[in-house]
C-alpha cells in the first residue's frame, strides 16, 4: 500500500479515535480533580473545565501508530516517549509541577528517541555545505561510549518544540489548531522527501489533533491540557527531525521552521518580553498574541482565524519551496516559477506584518504603553496628552 494512503488513513483512525474518547477523559478529569478552574488575571474561559483531552490525543495517537507504523526500534522509542511526555502532562494537569520538574520530565521523555536514533548526524547548510554534529564528541563515558553534538541539539530542539506548543495553548482551539495545519503540512513533505515513517506520524499527529478540536472549539467543553500540548509538540518535534532536518536537502532545515512560524515566533516574543521586564521565562503572563488579540477586543474565534490563516499562509510558503519546480538545484532559475514562490513569499510576508501591526507588537511608545505585569495597552494620546473638557 502506498505510503500517502497509509498516511491518510492513519490520520483518519486517530481523528475518529479521538473524537470518540474525549468524552471518556473528560469524566476521567472530573473524578480525579483535574478542572481549570478561570483565574481572572489570565483566563479566556468562564467555567471550570475539565483538561485531561490530551489522554484521547495519546489513545488515538498509540492506536493509530500501532496499525500504521513499522513496529521497529526508532518507532518502539517514539512511543515510549510519548507516553513518558503524557504521563508529565498529566502529572502537571492533576498537581500543577514545578518549572524545574516538568522540564526535567520532559527532557527524559526526548532522550528514549533521542538514544534510539531520532537525532540529526548531519545536514546541508546553503554556502556552507554539509555539517555533521553528530560527528563532534561532547563527552566520554565510561566503556567507550560518548554524547555527541548532534544529539544534546536535537534534545534541546525537541524539548523547545514541546514548550512552543505549550505556550500557545491559552486559547480555546489554538494549539489544537495550529497541530492539524502544521501537521498535515509536514506529513506532505515527509512523504515527498521519503521519510514514510514521518509522514505517517505527521499525519496521524494532525488527526487526534483534529479529533480534539471538535471538542476544544471555542466554546471548548474540555481541554487537552499539558497532557496533550506536551504530547503533540514532542510529536512534531520528532516529525521535524525525522522527516526533513534528517535529510541532505538544503531546503528541509528550513521547511519545519516555517511550518511551525507563528508558534516559534509567539514564543519568541513572550520570551523577549520576560526577560526585558526581568520575570521569569516560565512565569505566566498575558503576552501572547492570543492576549494581544484579547485586549484589543477580538473574540476567540476571531482570534483562531487570524493565527489559523496565518499558520496556513505559512505552510503554504513551505509547500511551495518544496515542491515548486523554481531551481534545478545547481544554481539555475526559472524565472516564471521563481516567480510563483516569490508570490507565496510576499503572501506570508504580508500576512505577518499585517499581524504584528493588528497585534500591536511593534507599536510606537509614544502612542501606547505596556503594562509589564499584565501585558495589556494603555491607549496613549500623540506627545500623551490629555484631551480637554
Known amino acids: 500500500m502506498p505510503a500517502s494512503v497509509e498516511a491518510v488513513l492513519a490520520f483518519l483512525l486517530a481523528a475518529v479515535l479521538a473524537l ?25 474561559h468562564a467555567a471550570p473545565t475539565p483538561r485531561l ?12 501508530a500501532l496499525v500504521w507504523l513499522p513496529w521497529d526500534a526508532e518507532t518502539r522509542a517514539i512511543l515510549a516517549g510519548a507516553a513518558l511526555i503524557t504521563v508529565v502532562g498529566m502529572l502537571d494537569d492533576v498537581y500543577e509541577l514545578g518549572a524545574a520538574p516538568k522540564l526535567l520530565g520532559q527532557t527524559v521523555a526526548v532522550i528514549v528517541p533521542v538514544s534510539a536514533g531520532v537525532t540529526v548526524d548531519s ?52 494549539a489544537a489548531g495550529v497541530c492539524v495545519i502544521s501537521g498535515v503540512a509536514l506529513a506532505v513533505i515527509a512523504l515527498s522527501l521519503e521519510r514514510n515513517s514521518a509522514g505517517v506520524l505527521a499525519a496521524l499527529t494532525a488527526g487526534a489533533a483534529l479529533g480534539f478540536l471538535r471538542h476544544g472549539f471555542p466554546p ?101 519551496l518544496r515542491f515548486v519546480p523554481y531551481s534545478d538545484n545547481h544554481g539555475h532559475f526559472d524565472v516564471l516559477w521563481s516567480a510563483v514562490v516569490a508570490t507565496f513569499g510576499l503572501l506570508a510576508l504580508a500576512a505577518s ?37
Do not use: C
Open 20 to 44: 470518540l474518547l474525549v468524552p471518556v477523559t473528560d469524566r476521567v478529569a472530573r473524578r480525579i480533580g483535574a478542572i481549570d478552574v478561570p483565574d481572572d488575571q489570565r483566563s479566556l
Open 123 to 174: 545536514f546541508t547548510v546553503p554556502f556552507l555545505g554539509q555539517l555533521n554534529p553528530g560527528s563532534v564528541d561532547l563527552l566520554s563515558l565510561p566503556g567507550g561510549g560518548a554524547i555527541d553534538l548532534g544529539d544534546v541539539g536535537t534534545t534541546v530542539g525537541i524539548v523547545a518544540m514541546i514548550n512552543v506548543i505549550n505556550l500557545i495553548d491559552g486559547v480555546d482551539g489554538l
Open 220 to 320: 471548548a467543553s474540555t481541554f487537552m491540557g499539558d497532557t496533550g500540548s506536551n504530547l503533540l509538540g514532542f510529536l512534531l518535534g520528532v516529525v521535524a527531525v525525522q522527516g526533513a532536518l534528517k535529510t541532505n536537502a538544503v531546503i528541509a532545515l528550513f521547511l519545519p521552521l516555517i511550518v511551525l512560524t507563528v508558534p516559534i515566533l509567539d514564543t519568541g516574543f513572550v520570551v523577549a518580553k520576560r526577560l526585558k521586564y526581568g520575570r521569569p521565562v516560565y512565569k505566566a503572563d498575558r503576552w501572547h498574541f492570543h492576549h494581544r488579540m484579547e485586549n484589543i477586543g477580538f473574540s476567540q474565534r476571531r482570534t483562531l482565524a487570524y493565527l489559523y490563516g496565518w499558520t496556513f499562509v505559512m505552510a503554504a510558503l513551505a509547500l511551495a
Open 353 to 389: 506584518v499585517y499581524l504584528v501591526y493588528v497585534l500591536e507588537i511593534l507599536k510606537l511608545r509614544r502612542f501606547s504603553r505596556i503594562d509589564p505585569e499584565t501585558g495589556e495597552f494603555e491607549a496613549l494620546l500623540p506627545a500623551d496628552k490629555t484631551p480637554s473638557g
Open 53 to 64: 483531552g490530551g489522554l484521547a490525543i495519546f489513545a488515538a495517537v498509540l492506536t493509530a
